[in-house]
Protein backbone atom coordinates (compact mmCIF):
# COMPACT_ATOMS: atom_id res chain seq x y z
CA UNK A 1 0.00 0.00 0.00
CA UNK A 2 0.87 3.09 -0.07
CA UNK A 3 -0.21 7.04 0.03
CA UNK A 4 -1.09 8.67 -3.21
CA UNK A 5 -1.64 12.56 -1.80
CA UNK A 6 -4.41 12.54 0.71
CA UNK A 7 -5.66 9.07 -0.84
CA UNK A 8 -4.33 5.52 0.95
CA UNK A 9 -3.97 3.12 -2.24
CA UNK A 10 -4.54 -0.88 -1.97
CA UNK A 11 -3.78 -3.76 -4.04
CA UNK A 12 -7.03 -5.97 -4.25
CA UNK A 13 -7.15 -10.33 -5.41
CA UNK A 14 -10.21 -11.62 -6.68
CA UNK A 15 -10.16 -15.95 -6.83
CA UNK A 16 -10.76 -16.46 -10.85
CA UNK A 17 -8.40 -13.03 -11.78
CA UNK A 18 -5.26 -13.45 -10.64
CA UNK A 19 -4.65 -9.85 -11.99
CA UNK A 20 -3.40 -6.91 -9.77
CA UNK A 21 -6.07 -4.52 -9.18
CA UNK A 22 -5.95 -0.99 -7.56
CA UNK A 23 -8.29 0.55 -5.38
CA UNK A 24 -8.17 4.07 -4.12
CA UNK A 25 -10.14 4.48 -0.55
CA UNK A 26 -10.26 7.94 1.05
CA UNK A 27 -9.64 7.34 4.58
CA UNK A 28 -12.16 9.66 6.33
CA UNK A 29 -14.17 7.49 8.34
CA UNK A 30 -12.10 6.11 11.08
CA UNK A 31 -11.99 2.01 10.77
CA UNK A 32 -14.23 0.14 13.01
CA UNK A 33 -12.21 -1.20 16.12
CA UNK A 34 -11.09 -4.52 16.52
CA UNK A 35 -13.25 -6.70 18.76
CA UNK A 36 -10.31 -7.45 21.00
CA UNK A 37 -9.76 -3.62 21.79
CA UNK A 38 -11.26 -3.31 25.23
CA UNK A 39 -15.09 -3.36 25.57
CA UNK A 40 -17.50 -1.25 28.18
CA UNK A 41 -20.33 -4.02 27.67
CA UNK A 42 -21.56 -6.57 25.15
CA UNK A 43 -25.24 -7.14 24.39
CA UNK A 44 -26.73 -10.56 24.18
CA UNK A 45 -29.83 -11.43 22.26
CA UNK A 46 -32.80 -13.31 24.83
CA UNK A 47 -34.91 -15.77 22.85
CA UNK A 48 -38.76 -15.03 23.06
CA UNK A 49 -40.52 -16.44 20.02
CA UNK A 50 -41.07 -20.07 20.67
CA UNK A 51 -41.72 -20.91 17.14
CA UNK A 52 -38.49 -20.34 15.72
CA UNK A 53 -36.38 -22.47 18.22
CA UNK A 54 -39.21 -26.22 18.26
CA UNK A 55 -37.94 -28.25 20.86
CA UNK A 56 -34.64 -26.43 21.96
CA UNK A 57 -36.51 -23.43 23.33
CA UNK A 58 -35.67 -23.77 26.87
CA UNK A 59 -32.11 -25.53 26.03
CA UNK A 60 -31.35 -22.92 24.08
CA UNK A 61 -32.10 -20.18 27.25
CA UNK A 62 -30.40 -22.17 29.31
CA UNK A 63 -27.02 -22.16 27.46
CA UNK A 64 -27.58 -18.81 26.99
CA UNK A 65 -27.68 -18.10 30.69
CA UNK A 66 -24.71 -19.74 31.62
CA UNK A 67 -22.74 -17.81 28.54
CA UNK A 68 -24.24 -14.72 30.35
CA UNK A 69 -22.26 -15.55 33.62
CA UNK A 70 -19.55 -16.20 31.99
CA UNK A 71 -19.45 -13.27 30.68
CA UNK A 72 -20.48 -11.08 33.30
CA UNK A 73 -17.42 -11.72 34.59
CA UNK A 74 -15.49 -10.08 32.12
CA UNK A 75 -17.45 -6.94 31.19
CA UNK A 76 -20.86 -5.53 31.72
CA UNK A 77 -23.96 -7.46 29.95
CA UNK A 78 -27.11 -5.86 28.45
CA UNK A 79 -29.71 -8.94 27.91
CA UNK A 80 -32.08 -7.70 25.11
CA UNK A 81 -35.67 -8.72 26.13
CA UNK A 82 -38.74 -8.11 24.11
CA UNK A 83 -41.47 -8.59 26.22
CA UNK A 84 -42.48 -9.24 29.52
CA UNK A 85 -43.02 -13.20 29.11
CA UNK A 86 -39.29 -13.35 28.10
CA UNK A 87 -38.16 -10.90 31.05
CA UNK A 88 -40.07 -13.32 33.14
CA UNK A 89 -38.26 -16.02 31.79
CA UNK A 90 -34.54 -14.72 31.86
CA UNK A 91 -35.06 -13.68 35.67
CA UNK A 92 -36.33 -17.54 36.16
CA UNK A 93 -32.91 -18.59 34.66
CA UNK A 94 -31.18 -16.38 36.85
CA UNK A 95 -30.38 -13.40 34.81
CA UNK A 96 -29.52 -10.63 36.68
CA UNK A 97 -32.41 -7.84 36.75
CA UNK A 98 -29.66 -5.27 36.22
CA UNK A 99 -28.46 -6.82 33.37
CA UNK A 100 -32.18 -6.16 31.19
CA UNK A 101 -32.81 -3.72 28.71
CA UNK A 102 -36.71 -3.40 27.34
CA UNK A 103 -35.70 -2.95 23.46
CA UNK A 104 -38.09 -4.12 20.66
CA UNK A 105 -36.56 -7.36 19.04
CA UNK A 106 -37.71 -10.19 16.84
CA UNK A 107 -35.01 -12.56 17.89
CA UNK A 108 -31.56 -12.88 19.57
CA UNK A 109 -29.43 -12.57 16.25
CA UNK A 110 -28.33 -9.04 17.75
CA UNK A 111 -24.87 -8.69 15.44
CA UNK A 112 -27.34 -8.47 12.40
CA UNK A 113 -30.44 -6.24 13.95
CA UNK A 114 -28.08 -4.27 16.42
CA UNK A 115 -25.87 -1.25 15.60
CA UNK A 116 -22.40 -1.23 14.43
CA UNK A 117 -20.53 0.50 17.49
CA UNK A 118 -17.40 2.16 16.11
CA UNK A 119 -15.57 5.96 17.50
CA UNK A 120 -15.11 8.87 16.11
CA UNK A 121 -11.62 10.47 16.13
CA UNK A 122 -12.03 12.16 19.44
CA UNK A 123 -13.52 8.98 20.90
CA UNK A 124 -16.85 9.73 20.90
CA UNK A 125 -18.69 6.52 20.49
CA UNK A 126 -21.10 6.42 17.25
CA UNK A 127 -23.51 3.87 16.63
CA UNK A 128 -23.90 2.68 12.59
CA UNK A 129 -27.56 2.05 12.23
CA UNK A 130 -28.31 0.25 8.83
CA UNK A 131 -31.24 -1.32 6.98
CA UNK A 132 -32.45 -5.01 7.96
CA UNK A 133 -34.64 -6.60 5.62
CA UNK A 134 -34.64 -10.76 7.73
CA UNK A 135 -31.39 -11.92 5.79
CA UNK A 136 -32.47 -11.45 2.29
CA UNK A 137 -36.53 -11.61 3.02
CA UNK A 138 -35.82 -14.89 4.80
CA UNK A 139 -37.67 -14.01 8.45
CA UNK A 140 -39.36 -11.24 8.83
CA UNK A 141 -39.83 -10.60 12.59
CA UNK A 142 -41.44 -7.97 14.28
CA UNK A 143 -39.35 -5.36 16.65
CA UNK A 144 -35.81 -6.56 14.24
CA UNK A 145 -35.93 -3.41 12.21
CA UNK A 146 -36.32 -1.10 15.43
CA UNK A 147 -33.55 -2.98 17.19
CA UNK A 148 -30.34 -1.32 16.36
CA UNK A 149 -31.52 2.59 16.80
CA UNK A 150 -33.14 1.56 20.51
CA UNK A 151 -29.58 -0.23 21.25
CA UNK A 152 -27.85 3.03 20.49
CA UNK A 153 -30.34 5.01 22.38
CA UNK A 154 -29.61 2.71 25.76
CA UNK A 155 -26.15 3.37 25.08
CA UNK A 156 -26.54 7.16 24.56
CA UNK A 157 -24.28 7.16 20.60
CA UNK A 158 -24.84 9.16 18.32
CA UNK A 159 -26.62 7.54 15.31
CA UNK A 160 -25.53 7.29 11.89
CA UNK A 161 -28.11 6.25 9.63
CA UNK A 162 -27.54 4.87 6.52
CA UNK A 163 -29.84 3.97 3.96
CA UNK A 164 -28.81 0.29 2.67
CA UNK A 165 -28.89 -3.00 3.78
CA UNK A 166 -25.65 -4.48 6.00
CA UNK A 167 -25.89 -7.29 8.88
CA UNK A 168 -22.72 -7.05 11.42
CA UNK A 169 -21.99 -10.46 10.40
CA UNK A 170 -21.36 -9.91 7.16
CA UNK A 171 -18.02 -7.86 7.93
CA UNK A 172 -15.00 -8.86 10.46
CA UNK A 173 -12.68 -5.56 11.01
CA UNK A 174 -9.07 -5.50 12.28
CA UNK A 175 -9.15 -2.24 13.75
CA UNK A 176 -6.41 -0.31 10.99
CA UNK A 177 -9.37 -0.71 8.10
CA UNK A 178 -8.75 -4.57 6.75
CA UNK A 179 -12.55 -5.93 6.51
CA UNK A 180 -12.82 -9.36 5.71
CA UNK A 181 -16.31 -10.47 4.11
CA UNK A 182 -18.38 -12.97 1.26
CA UNK A 183 -19.75 -11.97 -2.36
CA UNK A 184 -22.58 -14.25 -1.50
CA UNK A 185 -23.98 -12.17 1.22
CA UNK A 186 -22.71 -8.48 -0.04
CA UNK A 187 -23.52 -9.32 -3.36
CA UNK A 188 -26.76 -10.90 -3.01
CA UNK A 189 -29.47 -9.57 -4.94
CA UNK A 190 -31.75 -9.73 -2.33
CA UNK A 191 -29.61 -7.53 -0.48
CA UNK A 192 -29.19 -4.35 -1.99
CA UNK A 193 -28.47 -5.44 -5.44
CA UNK A 194 -24.69 -4.00 -5.18
CA UNK A 195 -21.76 -5.06 -7.85
CA UNK A 196 -18.20 -5.23 -5.49
CA UNK A 197 -17.28 -1.32 -6.45
CA UNK A 198 -20.84 -0.90 -4.97
CA UNK A 199 -20.07 -2.66 -1.96
CA UNK A 200 -16.49 -1.32 -1.16
CA UNK A 201 -17.22 2.09 -1.06
CA UNK A 202 -20.40 1.66 0.64
CA UNK A 203 -17.95 0.36 3.54
CA UNK A 204 -15.37 2.62 3.19
CA UNK A 205 -17.69 5.22 3.50
CA UNK A 206 -20.07 3.84 6.38
CA UNK A 207 -17.30 1.86 8.05
CA UNK A 208 -14.07 3.05 7.48
CA UNK A 209 -12.88 0.57 5.58
CA UNK A 210 -9.36 0.68 3.42
CA UNK A 211 -8.99 -2.52 2.06
CA UNK A 212 -11.63 -5.41 1.66
CA UNK A 213 -10.85 -8.99 1.53
CA UNK A 214 -13.26 -10.80 -0.77
CA UNK A 215 -13.81 -14.48 0.50
CA UNK A 216 -16.43 -16.34 -1.94
CA UNK A 217 -18.76 -18.00 -0.01
CA UNK A 218 -19.60 -19.23 3.55
CA UNK A 219 -20.84 -22.33 5.11
CA UNK A 220 -23.37 -24.84 3.32
CA UNK A 221 -27.33 -24.64 4.47
CA UNK A 222 -26.28 -20.81 6.02
CA UNK A 223 -29.30 -19.06 5.96
CA UNK A 224 -27.26 -15.56 5.76
CA UNK A 225 -26.11 -16.38 2.76
CA UNK A 226 -22.47 -16.74 4.20
CA UNK A 227 -21.72 -14.21 6.95
CA UNK A 228 -17.93 -14.27 7.15
CA UNK A 229 -17.83 -14.33 11.11
CA UNK A 230 -18.88 -18.29 10.71
CA UNK A 231 -15.92 -19.32 8.76
CA UNK A 232 -12.74 -16.21 9.45
CA UNK A 233 -12.14 -14.10 11.86
CA UNK A 234 -9.36 -11.36 12.65
CA UNK A 235 -7.48 -12.48 15.59
CA UNK A 236 -4.73 -9.27 15.12
CA UNK A 237 -4.09 -6.64 12.03
CA UNK A 238 -3.47 -8.99 8.85
CA UNK A 239 -3.45 -11.81 11.17
CA UNK A 240 -6.89 -14.40 10.73
CA UNK A 241 -7.81 -17.72 11.64
CA UNK A 242 -10.18 -20.00 9.81
CA UNK A 243 -11.16 -23.76 10.07
CA UNK A 244 -9.75 -26.68 8.39
CA UNK A 245 -11.95 -29.46 7.86
CA UNK A 246 -11.54 -32.78 10.47
CA UNK A 247 -12.38 -35.20 7.56
CA UNK A 248 -11.99 -35.08 4.06
CA UNK A 249 -15.88 -35.89 3.34
CA UNK A 250 -16.96 -33.35 5.76
CA UNK A 251 -19.84 -31.87 4.33
CA UNK A 252 -17.86 -28.57 4.62
CA UNK A 253 -14.23 -29.44 3.74
CA UNK A 254 -14.63 -27.88 0.06
CA UNK A 255 -15.97 -24.31 1.43
CA UNK A 256 -13.27 -24.55 4.73
CA UNK A 257 -10.56 -25.39 1.71
CA UNK A 258 -11.28 -22.62 -0.56
CA UNK A 259 -11.75 -19.78 2.60
CA UNK A 260 -8.45 -21.02 3.70
CA UNK A 261 -6.83 -20.42 0.15
CA UNK A 262 -8.40 -17.13 -0.34
CA UNK A 263 -6.62 -15.55 2.53
CA UNK A 264 -3.53 -17.08 1.87
CA UNK A 265 -3.60 -15.63 -1.12
CA UNK A 266 -4.69 -12.36 -0.03
CA UNK A 267 -1.50 -12.18 1.94
CA UNK A 268 -2.53 -12.64 5.53
CA UNK A 269 -1.02 -13.98 8.47
CA UNK A 270 -3.27 -16.70 8.44
CA UNK A 271 -3.39 -19.29 11.29
CA UNK A 272 -6.33 -22.75 10.88
CA UNK A 273 -8.43 -24.76 13.63
CA UNK A 274 -10.05 -27.74 13.70
CA UNK A 275 -13.87 -27.49 12.67
CA UNK A 276 -16.46 -28.76 14.26
CA UNK A 277 -17.40 -31.57 12.01
CA UNK A 278 -20.46 -32.46 10.49
CA UNK A 279 -23.16 -30.76 13.07
CA UNK A 280 -27.14 -31.74 11.96
CA UNK A 281 -29.83 -29.44 12.45
CA UNK A 282 -32.93 -31.69 14.25
CA UNK A 283 -34.38 -32.02 10.54
CA UNK A 284 -31.04 -34.03 9.63
CA UNK A 285 -29.79 -31.47 7.57
CA UNK A 286 -25.78 -30.25 7.84
CA UNK A 287 -25.97 -27.02 10.03
CA UNK A 288 -23.79 -24.04 9.62
CA UNK A 289 -21.94 -25.19 13.01
CA UNK A 290 -18.62 -22.96 13.76
CA UNK A 291 -15.71 -22.74 15.72
CA UNK A 292 -15.20 -19.28 14.17
CA UNK A 293 -18.57 -17.77 16.33
CA UNK A 294 -16.27 -17.22 19.41
CA UNK A 295 -16.69 -13.83 21.12
CA UNK A 296 -13.69 -11.58 22.92
CA UNK A 297 -14.45 -10.62 26.26
CA UNK A 298 -11.87 -8.11 27.61
CA UNK A 299 -8.85 -10.98 27.90
CA UNK A 300 -11.15 -13.96 27.58
CA UNK A 301 -12.47 -15.38 23.83
CA UNK A 302 -15.81 -16.86 24.88
CA UNK A 303 -15.75 -20.41 22.24
CA UNK A 304 -18.91 -22.12 20.85
CA UNK A 305 -18.42 -26.06 21.45
CA UNK A 306 -20.70 -28.14 19.37
CA UNK A 307 -19.13 -31.43 20.47
CA UNK A 308 -17.64 -31.70 23.45
CA UNK A 309 -14.16 -33.24 22.90
CA UNK A 310 -13.94 -31.86 19.57
CA UNK A 311 -14.60 -28.41 20.79
CA UNK A 312 -12.04 -28.55 23.55
CA UNK A 313 -9.67 -29.79 20.81
CA UNK A 314 -10.39 -26.67 18.54
CA UNK A 315 -9.93 -24.36 21.47
CA UNK A 316 -6.52 -25.68 22.84
CA UNK A 317 -5.67 -24.93 19.08
CA UNK A 318 -6.98 -21.61 19.45
CA UNK A 319 -5.40 -20.79 22.61
CA UNK A 320 -2.11 -21.43 21.41
CA UNK A 321 -1.67 -19.19 18.47
CA UNK A 322 -3.89 -16.69 20.49
CA UNK A 323 -1.17 -16.03 23.60
CA UNK A 324 -2.39 -13.56 26.22
CA UNK A 325 -5.92 -14.75 25.96
CA UNK A 326 -8.03 -17.11 28.02
CA UNK A 327 -10.35 -19.03 25.25
CA UNK A 328 -13.24 -20.43 27.81
CA UNK A 329 -14.95 -23.49 25.65
CA UNK A 330 -18.76 -22.99 26.32
CA UNK A 331 -21.95 -25.74 24.71
CA UNK A 332 -24.15 -23.78 22.22
CA UNK A 333 -25.51 -26.87 20.61
CA UNK A 334 -28.71 -26.05 21.21
CA UNK A 335 -28.05 -22.20 20.51
CA UNK A 336 -27.39 -23.76 16.77
CA UNK A 337 -30.77 -24.85 16.23
CA UNK A 338 -31.27 -21.17 15.85
CA UNK A 339 -28.95 -21.14 13.04
CA UNK A 340 -26.36 -19.46 14.79
CA UNK A 341 -23.92 -19.03 17.90
CA UNK A 342 -22.17 -16.58 20.74
CA UNK A 343 -21.19 -13.89 17.65
CA UNK A 344 -24.23 -13.99 15.74
CA UNK A 345 -26.32 -12.99 19.23
CA UNK A 346 -24.59 -10.42 20.93
CA UNK A 347 -23.71 -6.97 19.66
CA UNK A 348 -20.07 -5.63 21.51
CA UNK A 349 -19.75 -1.89 22.40
CA UNK A 350 -16.22 -0.80 22.41
CA UNK A 351 -14.44 1.16 25.59
CA UNK A 352 -14.43 5.15 25.20
CA UNK A 353 -10.85 5.21 23.96
CA UNK A 354 -9.49 7.98 21.40
CA UNK A 355 -9.23 5.97 17.85
CA UNK A 356 -5.64 6.04 16.44
CA UNK A 357 -4.83 4.98 12.95
Known sequence: ???????????????????????????????????WMPQRAIWVGWPRLADEWGDAFEAARSEIAHFVQKLSTRLPVRVAIGDD???????????????????????????????????????????????????????????????????????DARTNTHSFVLEGGAVDHDGTGAVLTTRECLLNPNRNGWREADAEM????????????????????????????????FIGPGR????????????????????????????????????????????????????????????????PVYDQALGEAAAAQLAAICPGWRVVPIPSRAILSGAGSFHCMTCNVPANEVHQI
Request: aromatic share 8%.
Open 1 to 35: MHWVGRRLLFWGWSPGNLCATWRAMTPSTPPVPSE
Open 85 to 155: AAERAALAHGIAPEMLRRVPTGDIWLRDTGPVFTQSSGGELLAKCFEFNGWGGKFDMPGDRDTSQAIAHVE
Open 202 to 233: ALETSLGARRIIWLERGLLNDHTDGHVDNVAR
Open 240 to 303: VVCQRPISADEAQADRLAEVEDALRAAGLDVETIGSPGDVADPGGEIAPASHMNFVFANGEILF
